[in-house]
C-alpha cells in the first residue's frame, strides 16, 4: 500500500498537534493499524525515517499497536476473527459480513 | 518510498486540459478542512499525554466528502474507474462517451504518472478533459480531483468519469468522492486478480471483465473470476465486455445512464 503517503499523514496531524500544544518535539506516539487496513507495517518502518526527517517525530519512539480483524457474519450472525478480506464464515461458509474491526489506520496518541 | 509502487513525495503534480499552460498542485496547496479534533492532555510524571484519535488519511477523507457534495448538489454521477495498467479504462473510456454523448453530457478526468496521452485520446472526442500527471504518485486523491473538477466546470444532470492511475494496491485507500468505483480486470490477467488484490474489489461496485473477444486464445475462466470476487465482495455488480468490439457493452451503458 501506500506507506509513504500513510507517513507522511501521520507527521502532518503530529506537527498540527505539536503546534497546538506548543511543543518542539515528540517523545513517543502511539499508531493503531488494522490487520486488514492495507498498511504494511514493514513498509511503514522502512517509509518512517525518510518521513520524519526534521519533522516534530524526527526522536519520537514509534509505537504501532495492532488491532485484530473482526466479522460478524450477515448470515447467521456469528463473530469471528478474520485474516483475509475472502475469509468465510467458519459455521455456516458465508462470504457476506461486516467486517466492524481491523481497517483502523488511526494516531491514537502522542507523548510530549 | 512507498515499496509496492515506488512512488514518491507528490511534489510534481501537473493538472491541464489539451493546449493549457500546465498548473502544478503543489504551488495551489488548498487547506483542505479546519481542525476538528478535541485533543485532551493528561499528565503522568513528567510525561504529557495527548490523546489525538485521528484517522491518518482523514484530511483526504474530508475532501472526498466535499466533492461528493459537490456532486450531489450539481446532480452529477461520478464515477472513478480503477485497475492494473492496460486493461482497458482508457479503451472503456473512449467507447462508452462515442456510444453515448448524444444522450448525456459527459466530463473525462485523466489520471496517469506522465504524459497527455489518454486525455488526447478523449479530447479527440471532442469530450471535456483534465489530464492529471501524478509524478511520482501512484494513485489519485480528493484534493487533485476537487482541482481538476473545478477546472472542468461539469454542467448539472451530467456523467463524470475519472480515470485513476493504473495500479490495484494504492488507489483503493483514497476515497475520491465517487458516487461509484468501477474496477476492470480484463482477461489478460488472471482470473485470481480478485483475491491477489481483495482490497480494491472489496471497496468497488462494479467489476468489469473486458477483452471477452479474446476468450478462445486465452485459459482465463470468467465463472471463476466472478467467483473469487464475490468470495471478496459479495454485492459487486459484473459486467462482460469487449471495449474494442462492443460486445457486452449495452448492458454497462444501461447501467450507467440508468444513474441519472
Ligand atoms: N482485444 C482487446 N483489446 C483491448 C480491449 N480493451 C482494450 N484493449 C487494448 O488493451 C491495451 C490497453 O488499453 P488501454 O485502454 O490503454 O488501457 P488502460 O491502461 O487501462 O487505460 C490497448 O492496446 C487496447 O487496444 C478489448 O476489449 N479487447
Ligand atoms: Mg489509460
Ligand atoms: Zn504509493
Ligand atoms: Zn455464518
Ligand atoms: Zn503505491
Known amino acids: 500500500m501506500h506507506e509513504l503517503s500513510i507517513a507522511m499523514g501521520i507527521v502532518a496531524i503530529a506537527e498540527k498537534e505539536a503546534k497546538k500544544a506548543n511543543v518542539a518535539e515528540i517523545k513517543a506516539i502511539d499508531l493503531e493499524i488494522g490487520t486488514l487496513s492495507g498498511v504494511e507495517i514493514e513498509s511503514l518502518n522502512f517509509?518512517?525515517?525518510?518521513?520524519?526527517?526534521?519533522?516534530?517525530?524526527?526522536?519520537?519512539e514509534k509505537r504501532?499497536?495492532?488491532?485484530?480483524?473482526?466479522?460478524?457474519?450477515?448470515?447467521?450472525?456469528?463473530?469471528?476473527?478474520?485474516?483475509?478480506?475472502?475469509?468465510?464464515?467458519?459455521?455456516?461458509?458465508?462470504?457476506?459480513?461486516?467486517?466492524?474491526?481491523?481497517k483502523e489506520m488511526r494516531v491514537k496518541s502522542l507523548e510530549v | 518510498?512507498?515499496?509496492?509502487?515506488?512512488?514518491?513525495?507528490?511534489?510534481?503534480?501537473?493538472?491541464?486540459?489539451?493546449?493549457?499552460?500546465?498548473?502544478?498542485?503543489?504551488?495551489?496547496?488548498?487547506?483542505?478542512?479546519?481542525?476538528?479534533?478535541?485533543?485532551?492532555?493528561?499528565?503522568?510524571?513528567?510525561?504529557?499525554?495527548?490523546?489525538?484519535?485521528?484517522?491518518?488519511?482523514?484530511a483526504n477523507q474530508l475532501l472526498a466528502e466535499r466533492n461528493r457534495g459537490y456532486f450531489l448538489g450539481k446532480n452529477i454521477f461520478a464515477i472513478n474507474l480503477v485497475s492494473s495498467p492496460g486493461s482497458g479504462k482508457t479503451t472503456l473510456l473512449e467507447k462508452t462517451l462515442a456510444d453515448n454523448k448524444d444522450k448525456k453530457k459527459f466530463y473525462v478526468?485523466?489520471?496517469?504518472?506522465?504524459?497527455?496521452?489518454?486525455?488526447?485520446?478523449i479530447d479527440a472526442l471532442h469530450i471535456?478533459?483534465?489530464?492529471?500527471?501524478?509524478?511520482?504518485?501512484?494513485?489519485?486523491?480528493?484534493?487533485?480531483v476537487n482541482q481538476a473538477v473545478i477546472k472542468l466546470n461539469p454542467e448539472p444532470d451530467s456523467i463524470v468519469m475519472i480515470e485513476n492511475v493504473g495500479n490495484l494496491v494504492c488507489p483503493s485507500a483514497f476515497d475520491l468522492g465517487e458516487n461509484a468505483r468501477v474496477v476492470i480486470v480484463s482477461t489478460t490477467e488472471g482470473d485470481d486478480k480478485p483475491i491477489k488484490y481483495p482490497d480494491m474489489f472489496a471497496g468497488?461496485?462494479?467489476?468489469?471483465?473486458?477483452?471477452?473477444?479474446?476468450?478462445?486464445?486465452?485459459?482465463?475462466?470468467?465463472?471463476?473470476?466472478?467467483?473469487?470476487?464475490?468470495?471478496?465482495?459479495?454485492?459487486?455488480?459484473?459486467?462482460?465486455?469487449?471495449?474494442?468490439?462492443?460486445?457486452?457493452?449495452?448492458?454497462?451503458?444501461e447501467?450507467?445512464?440508468?444513474?441519472k
Open chain 1, 47 to 60: 517509509a518512517w525515517p525518510m518521513a520524519v526527517a526534521n519533522s516534530v517525530l524526527e526522536k519520537a
Open chain 1, 64 to 102: 504501532i499497536h495492532l488491532i485484530k480483524a473482526k466479522a460478524k457474519c450477515m448470515d447467521c450472525g456469528f463473530d469471528y476473527n478474520i485474516e483475509n478480506l475472502f475469509d468465510t464464515c467458519p459455521k455456516c461458509g458465508s462470504y457476506f459480513k461486516d467486517i466492524y474491526q481491523g
Open chain 2, 1 to 58: 518510498m512507498c515499496t509496492t509502487c515506488g512512488c514518491g513525495v507528490a511534489d510534481d503534480i501537473k493538472i491541464q486540459m489539451p493546449g493549457d499552460l500546465a498548473t502544478m498542485v503543489s504551488d495551489l496547496n488548498i487547506e483542505a478542512h479546519h481542525d476538528h479534533t478535541h485533543s485532551h492532555h493528561h499528565h503522568h510524571d513528567d510525561r504529557t499525554i495527548i490523546d489525538v484519535e485521528q484517522d491518518i488519511l482523514q
Open chain 2, 109 to 121: 478526468v485523466e489520471g496517469d504518472q506522465q504524459t497527455m496521452n489518454d486525455a488526447d485520446r
Open chain 2, 128 to 144: 471535456p478533459v483534465v489530464q492529471i500527471n501524478t509524478g511520482k504518485a501512484c494513485h489519485l486523491d480528493s484534493d487533485m
Open chain 2, 204 to 253: 468497488s461496485d462494479v467489476c468489469i471483465i473486458n477483452k471477452i473477444d479474446l476468450l478462445p486464445y486465452l485459459n482465463f475462466d470468467v465463472e471463476k473470476a466472478k467467483a473469487y470476487a464475490r468470495q471478496v465482495n459479495p454485492n459487486l455488480i459484473f459486467f462482460e465486455v469487449s471495449a474494442t468490439t462492443g460486445e457486452g457493452m449495452n448492458e454497462w451503458y
Open chain 2, 255 to 259: 447501467w450507467l445512464l440508468s444513474k
